[in-house]
């Protein structure tokens, strides 16, 4: 059992991959690509419910990982690996589908998640850590669940439910407002990391 969290964190690899190359396939044949209707509909459902599994796997690798005493250095590389993976995948994912609401919110995110990684690559062979705060970890879900929301509702007409279009409008609005309110709480931890990252490097008063 002690191989259960890093077990989760690889098939949220997994997972985040295949989920990605399932909404590339259906942007092709949103494009003009010959892909039949049913496989169209086969593969918005697995990319929907793949993120919807990895994102699961991502609170619960952490949490047994702390529960059972079983937390190790390789489960400490792959986890910020594999979220980056799902998040920009989804990202990614939903532009090639033309999701509304995608572009500017998920650049800012992406720009973010670069950005601090590159930051963290300097910082590491000085001996500066930049340790994971709460309000990071509370962006994180406020990304998974805006991004879930938006591929749900990109793909309204595979779920078989009967709404008119002024409420799906709506509802899409409110999932674009939630995703660019995760874009600014990204963008805010970006600066909070880049102030403690200044405030490291800058050498000592005399």
Known sequence: MKHLPNALTVLRLILSLAMFAALVMVGEGFNGGTIAPALGVWLARFAFFAFVVAAITDFFDGWLARRWGVTSLTGAILDPIADK???CGAILGL???HTPGVLVSGGL???REFAVSALREVLAPRGIKLPVTFL?????TLQ???LGTLMFLTFWPVWGINADVA???????GAELLFALAAGV???TGLDYARAAWRALRPPRP
């Open 136 to 140: 990071a970890k509370t962006k994180t």
């Open 85 to 87: 993976i799902l998040v």
């Open 109 to 111: 995110i992406l720009f």
């Open 167 to 173: 409420t799906l409008i709506k509802a899409l609005q």
């Open 95 to 97: 532009l090639a589908v």
């Open 186 to 188: 990204t963008l805010w």
């Open 144 to 146: 998974l669940v805006a």
